[in-house]
Nanobody, 127 residues
Framework: QVQLVESGGGLVQPGGSLRLSCAASANIFEIDNMGWYRQAPGKQRELVALITSGGSTNYADSVKGRFTISRDNAKDTVYLQMNSLKPEDTAVYYC?????????????????????WGQGTQVTVSS
């Protein structure tokens, strides 16, 4: 019943910008921490940025000063603004929510989804 749908990936030249979005779909009443992760070919998935429900943020050292994570709680959406992109930023980017609280479509009771992932969106930085 819950989905995290990412969008905004694509091909961009070095130095360019992209904005990723991740929207949660369901009858949601709360989402706790949300984050963006990435996985490059042959490498492990790594944390890019985190944002708490209160708006506190944390970034990987490799993206500090270039990427900005934000969220719109009214839209159940998290964003990742990526500037000054480098070839080493090339990866599949995944959205994550550590807990999604929602009302079941079946019986309208509260339900909880833990460690929820989106399907990923490809970001390629190349000239």
């Amino acid at each position: 019943q819950v989905q995290l749908v990412e969008s905004g990936g694509g091909l961009v030249q070095p130095g360019g910008s992209l904005r990723l979005s991740c929207a949660a779909s369901a009858n949601i009443f709360e989402i706790d921490n949300m984050g963006w992760y990435r996985q490059a070919p042959g490498k492990q998935r790594e944390l890019v940025a985190l944002i708490t429900s209160g708006g506190s943020t944390n970034y990987a050292d490799s993206v500090k000063g270039r990427f900005t994570i934000s969220r719109d709680n009214a839209k159940d959406t998290v964003y990742l603004q990526m500037n000054s992109l480098k070839p080493e930023d090339t990866a599949v980017y995944y959205c994550n929510a550590d807990r999604i609280s929602y009302y079941s479509d079946y019986d309208a009771q509260p339900r909880y989804a833990y460690d929820y992932w989106g399907q990923g969106t490809q970001v390629t930085v190349s000239s």
